[in-house]
T-cell receptor, first 112, second 111 residues
Framework: DGGITQSPKYLFRKEGQNVTLSCEQN?????MYWYRQDPGQGLRLIYY???????QKGDIAEGYSVSREKKESFPLTVTSAQKNPTAFYLC???????????FGDGTRLSIL | EDQVTQSPEALRLQEGESSSLNCSYT??????LFWYRQDPGKGPEFLFT???AGEEKEKERLKATLTKKESFLHITAPKPEDSATYLC????????????FGTGTRLTIIP
């Protein structure tokens, strides 16, 4: 079945530690996105990529980094510079921005 | 800057009691409005895309409509399995390659 796979489902970060969230898609979509979801707030865009080896900052990119070495993969690193990382992280992909985005089932990140 | 406001924040309905959810938007040059359903602990599931005022889409008990300022998600004779948070998002002008999401309406259907 085509879809988006995010792993792990739950992740814990220690102080000063970088952690990487995985996102893989087999929908053959060009564009991929990372969002952060906090209670009572809409999804906020962290980074997006429209093509391999290229990506752009979203609205809340500080403390995060990404790479896009393969069309299928768009990992997100939450660095130690992100002081409030506890949130639900969602990865999405689409053919074009005005086409529907399809989402994975998220990774919940917490602080130890 | 694009803006999306959803109302109400939460809605409780008896099973079979029809109602509507509202999504008001401000965007320069609407290229698409999207409705999603999100269950707790899951990613949003795509429901509908609307591209121009007057357009309507239907799926089972759900019907989405669009005007130049807002969209409605009408729920007819809902069942408990329709309980979820419903999200609305818009994408505007070329050059603005991202969706803007509302905060959602949390719908609870009581048996």
């Amino acid at each position: 079945d085509g879809g988006i796979t995010q792993s792990p489902k739950y992740l814990f970060r220690k102080e000063g530690q970088n952690v990487t969230l995985s996102c893989e898609q087999n929908l053959n979509h060009d564009a991929m996105y990372w969002y952060r979801q906090d209670p009572g707030q809409g999804l906020r865009l962290i980074y997006y990529s429209q093509i391999v080896n290229d990506f752009q900052k979203g609205d809340i990119a500080e403390g995060y980094s990404v790479s896009r070495e393969k069309k299928e993969s768009f990992p997100l690193t939450v660095t130690s510079a992100q002081k409030n990382p506890t949130a639900f992280y969602l990865c999405a992909s689409s053919n074009m921005v005005h086409r529907p985005q399809h989402f994975g089932d998220g990774t919940r990140l917490s602080i130890l | 800057e694009d803006q999306v406001t959803q109302s109400p924040e939460a809605l409780r309905l008896q099973e079979g009691e029809s109602s509507s959810l509202n999504c008001s938007y401000t965007v320069s040059g609407l290229r698409g409005l999207f409705w999603y359903r999100q269950d707790p602990g899951k990613g949003p599931e795509f429901l509908f895309t609307l591209y121009s005022a007057g357009e309507e889409k239907e799926k089972e008990r759900l019907k989405a409509t669009l005007t130049k300022k807002e969209s409605f998600l009408h729920i007819t004779a809902p069942k408990p399995e329709d309980s979820a948070t419903y999200l609305c998002a818009v994408v505007g002008d070329f050059g603005n390659e991202k969706l803007t999401f509302g905060t959602g309406t949390r719908l609870t259907i009581i048996p």
